[in-house]
C-alpha cells in the first residue's frame, strides 16, 4: 500500500482560540482523487492551503479542456492547444501528489483504492471523478467502430483522420453515387456538442476547405444533424433552439428532428421518423455520435462495494453532499454522480456543475475538520452557451436571451478564460484569431494511421496491390 499520510508538522494545524492544536490537527487526513478532469482537478486546486495530503490519480497524465474537442476534430486547435500536463498544473501545489494509473478497485472497508497493476493507495475521503464515455443504447457492439464519439484526444483525433479521408476518397472518385456519399456526413445527437460539431464542420467545408480540391467544391457537402427530440438544444429556450436552428441552415447543414437512428452500416444510416414510423435511408460514409454518455466503469464497482445505487445511465445516486449512502468518506462528483435533490432532475454533464461540486467537495472536507456545520450542495446555474460558428452563437444567462455576435464573443472569452495554463489561454486565443481572419486552419492534419494513408481512403483498390502494401507493411513491423 502507498501511505501518503504525515506527520503534523509545526505550524501547519490551525489552533483553537488557547492556541492548541486539536488531536484532528496532529496529523493530516489523506484525500484520494480519482480523475483528473475539471471536478477533480478543482477539488485539488480547492485543497491547496489546506492542512491535507492530496493525491489525484489519472490515467492520463493531462487535464483535457473537453468543450473544446470538436474544435480538434475539425482541425481548428490541435490537441496540445486544449491540454495541460497535470504535473505542471499542480506544481506549486506542494501537498498534492500526482500519479499516473487506472483505478480498478475500491474496498471500502479497508479505505484503499487498487490500480491495474495491483498496488494500493489508503485513503481517509475519497473523490471518484472519473466522468462518463459513450453511450450508444445498446448497440455499443455494432456502432461504436462505425460511429466515433468525442470525449477523449484520440476521439478527435480519428475523427479528424475520418472527415479528412472522406474529402480525399471523394477527390479519386469518379461514380457521382460514391461521391455523393462520401460528402454526406451524418451527426446524431442534438445537444450542445452535436451542434458545435456541425456549426465547425459547415464552416470548414463551406470557407475553410474551398478551392482546396479540384474536382470536388466541398460546399457540396451534406451535412445531417440527427435529433430524436423535437428540437436541437432541447434544454435550452425554445426561440434560441430555433435560431440554432437557423443558424445552422445558413452554414449548409440540413436538420433532422424526431428522427432516431435505427442502424448504421458502412456506407448508409438508417433513421426512423417517431411521429410518423416513416424510415429514410442516408447513403454516408462518416457518422459522428453526439447522442448521449454513459458512467464509466467506477460507478459499477462502486454498486457492487459500496452498496452504490445507480440510474440507468449508470450514474451514482448521491446524497446532499455529494456522498454515498453509508460511506460519508466517498464522494462521487462531475459526470459519474447523479444529484437530483435540487430540481428533482438529475444536474446536466457540463462542466460548471464538475467545477462546483469539486470546490463543494473541499468546503466539506474544511467543515468537517473544524465540526461547522455541512450545508448541502447547491448549483448554481451561470447560463448556457452554444457556439455554431463564425459570429454565431446563442445565450441563455440569468434569463437574457440572446444570439450572434454578442453570444460568439462572450462565448469565446469564457472558454478562454477556463483553460487551465496561461499558455493554453494564449495559443487558443491566438489561434483564434489567425482562424476568424484569415479562416485558415493548420491542424488538419491526417495522422495516428496504422497503415499508409491511400489504404484507408473508402476507394475501391486493385487486390492485388492491397495484398502487397500488406505484406510490405508487415516486413516493416519492429519486433524489438
Do not use: C
Request: charged share 25%; proline share 4%; glycine share 8%.
Amino acid at each position: 500500500m502507498i501511505e501518503l499520510n504525515h506527520a503534523l508538522r509545526g505550524g501547519e494545524g490551525w489552533p483553537d482560540s488557547a492556541g492548541r492544536l486539536s488531536e484532528m490537527d496532529k496529523k493530516k487526513e489523506h484525500v484520494v482523487i480519482v480523475g483528473g478532469g475539471f471536478g477533480g482537478l478543482y477539488a485539488a486546486k480547492a485543497m491547496k492551503h489546506a492542512p491535507v495530503n492530496v493525491t489525484l490519480v489519472d490515467r492520463r497524465n493531462f487535464h483535457l479542456f473537453q468543450p473544446l474537442l470538436y474544435q480538434v476534430a475539425t482541425g481548428s486547435l490541435s490537441p496540445e492547444d486544449i491540454a495541460s500536463p497535470l504535473r505542471a498544473t499542480l506544481k506549486g501545489q506542494k501537498n498534492t501528489q500526482f500519479l499516473t494509473g487506472q483505478v480498478i478497485d475500491i474496498d471500502p472497508e479497508r479505505k484503499v483504492i487498487i490500480l491495474e497493476d495491483g498496488d494500493e493507495i489508503g485513503y481517509d475521503a475519497l473523490v471518484v471523478a472519473t466522468g462518463a464515455s459513450h453511450h450508444y443504447f445498446g448497440h455499443d457492439v455494432e456502432w461504436e467502430d462505425r460511429a466515433p464519439g468525442l470525449k477523449t484526444v484520440e476521439d478527435a483525433i480519428r475523427m479528424r483522420r475520418q472527415l479528412l479521408l472522406a474529402f480525399e476518397a471523394a477527390e479519386r472518385e469518379s461514380d457521382p453515387d460514391r461521391r455523393r456519399a462520401l460528402m454526406t456526413f451524418v451527426i446524431v445527437g442534438g445537444g450542445p456538442t452535436g451542434v458545435e460539431l456541425a456549426g465547425a464542420l459547415g464552416e470548414m467545408t463551406r470557407h475553410t476547405m474551398r478551392e482546396e480540391f479540384r474536382a470536388i467544391d466541398t460546399a457540396n457537402a451534406q451535412i445531417n444533424l440527427v435529433e430524436a427530440l423535437d428540437r436541437i438544444l432541447s434544454t435550452y429556450p425554445e426561440d434560441l433552439s430555433a435560431k440554432a436552428t437557423a443558424a445552422l441552415g445558413e452554414l449548409g447543414v440540413t436538420v433532422l428532428t424526431n428522427n432516431l437512428v435505427i442502424e448504421i452500416a458502412g456506407d448508409y444510416v438508417l433513421v426512423k421518423d417517431t411521429k410518423t414510423n416513416d424510415q429514410a435511408l442516408i447513403p454516408t460514409y462518416t457518422v459522428l455520435w453526439a447522442a448521449g454518455v454513459k458512467a464509466s466503469p467506477l460507478s459499477r464497482v462502486l454498486a457492487q462495494r459500496a452498496g452504490a445505487e445507480l440510474d440507468r445511465a449508470g450514474r451514482v445516486m448521491v446524497q446532499p453532499d455529494l456522498t454515498i449512502p453509508g460511506h460519508d468518506d466517498i464522494f462521487v462528483i462531475g459526470d459519474l454522480a447523479n444529484f437530483s435533490h435540487q430540481t428533482g432532475e438529475p444536474l446536466p454533464g457540463v462542466a460548471q456543475v464538475a467545477m462546483q461540486m469539486g470546490n463543494y467537495v473541499a468546503d466539506v472536507l474544511r467543515r468537517r475538520r473544524f465540526n461547522k456545520a455541512i450545508r448541502p450542495f447547491h448549483y448554481k446555474d451561470k447560463g448556457n452557451l452554444a457556439v455554431i460558428g463564425r459570429n454565431r452563437a446563442v445565450a441563455d444567462i440569468h434569463n437574457f436571451r440572446f444570439s450572434g455576435l454578442p453570444a460568439w464573443l462572450i462565448w469565446a472569452l469564457i472558454h478562454i478564460n477556463f483553460l487551465i495554463e496561461f499558455d493554453n489561454k494564449l495559443k487558443v486565443m491566438v489561434q483564434w484569431g489567425w482562424n476568424y481572419f484569415t479562416r485558415r486552419q493548420g491542424a488538419r492534419l491526417i495522422t495516428g494511421e496504422a497503415s499508409p494513408v491511400w489504404m484507408q481512403l473508402p476507394v475501391r483498390h486493385d487486390s492485388g496491390i492491397e495484398d502487397a502494401a500488406i505484406h510490405a507493411n508487415a516486413d516493416h513491423v519492429d519486433t524489438d
